[in-house]
Each structure stands twice: as structure tokens, then as C-alpha cells.
């Protein structure tokens, strides 16, 4: 038969569910653990593309070099007091960039030259080492044969 509706008073009350602090606490150092992986990663492949650009850069640099020897017969004239003439190449990296990270060099006499890219102070890639390249090709990295 019917029976009657229960009564307010009788009537068990709803149970909340939320996440305690606790819980919480551990998602948000989980999210900042991660994070800061993440980030760091993220600085090293930023880093290694401006590596690649100042490379990329040394060797357009050694191309611009040759083509300056086949019309003149020498290397000097290619800079002022170290700095890339512009009409020879630019004087930083990454080419056409507002925000610079290398400054490129030259140290060039009659018939040998040898290229660098230094790394801007108070930039991302700041104190990452210099890059050389010769006109023999003998390629350095922080004074270690190589760009590798």
C-alpha cells in the first residue's frame, strides 16, 4: 500500500564532495614540477635554434668572404676594426632579427681570415660561448674543435 513521504526532519541530508587541501596542495606541486621541466626544455631548444642561426650565420658570413676575395685579391677591407663592413655582411645574429644574439667579427689580413660569433651580453644566450669558423674551415665552439 502507500506509504506516507517521509518527513523533513527524517530526510538524510546530501553529502558534498570537494577535493581536501590536501589534495590540492599535491596537483598544484605536481603542475609546478612539470611546469619547470617543461620550461627548461623549452629555454634549451630556444637556445639551440639561436646556436643554429649564429652557425647558419658564420657560414653565409665565410661565403661573403670568398666572394669579396675573388673580386679584390685580399681579405682585408672586409671589416672596421673587427665589425663586418654592411656592405660585405651584416655585423649580428640572427640575420634580420630585432632582437640580436651574436655579434659576428672578423679578424682578417691578406689572405687568411678567421670569423666569430659572440654572444650578446644581457641576452638569452649570454655567456654561451663563442663560435669560430677559418678560412680553412677549422670550426670552434668554447675553444673546442667543432660545433658539435
Known sequence: MNQPEPSSQHAKPKILRAFTLIELLIVIGIIGILSSVGYSMYVDKVKSSYRSEA???????QQAMERFYTENNTYEGTNTGGTPNSDVFPAQAPLNSN????????NADTSSYTLSATPIADTLMDNDGVYTLS????KTYKGENGWD
Open 55 to 61: 652557425q647558419s650565420a658564420l657560414l653565409q658570413l
Open 99 to 106: 632582437e640580436p644574439k651574436y655579434d659576428l667579427s672578423i
Open 135 to 138: 678560412n680553412t674551415g677549422a
